[in-house]
């Protein structure tokens, strides 16, 4: 399976979700970053720094104009370190994501990159 195919079958893993597949990846493509290759899948996207206080950050737009430091990941499958790499390049400083309706983690990626810097 590619990662695209993992990430669906994932989303509908526990049940209808939410927000159907379709209209979350047209989300994202209007308000955040739709990747896909070979290697990995993620659906992700600038959230409002207050966000970080909310259970699960919704699909709730925030203006790419004002690139926000911190982006949520809906969902993603495959080589992660890929995304990481990603997102430090676009000088995204937190990674937010969740865990099958968990609490909201945090991933600081400054912290993370300054640890793996010889």
């Not at 047209?26 to 600038?46: E, I, K, M, T, W």
């Not at 909310?54 to 969902?75: F, G, N, T």
Request: hydrophobic residues 40%; proline residues 8%.
């Amino acid at each position: 399976m590619t990662p695209y195919e993992i990430a669906r079958k994932a989303y509908h893993r526990d049940g209808p979700p939410h927000h159907d597949w379709t209209s979350v990846v047209d989300f994202h493509l209007q308000h955040g970053l739709v990747h896909g290759d070979s290697r990995v899948f993620y659906l992700a996207r600038p959230i409002d720094p207050l966000a970080l206080t909310y259970e699960h950050p919704d699909l709730i737009a925030w203006p790419l104009a004002q690139l926000s430091p911190i982006w949520h990941v809906w969902i993603a499958a495959g080589d992660l370190s890929r995304l990481l790499v990603h997102a430090g390049n676009l000088g995204i400083q937190t990674v937010t994501f969740q865990r099958r309706n968990n609490r909201l983690h945090r991933l600081d990626l400054r912290r993370l990159f300054n640890r793996l810097s010889p």
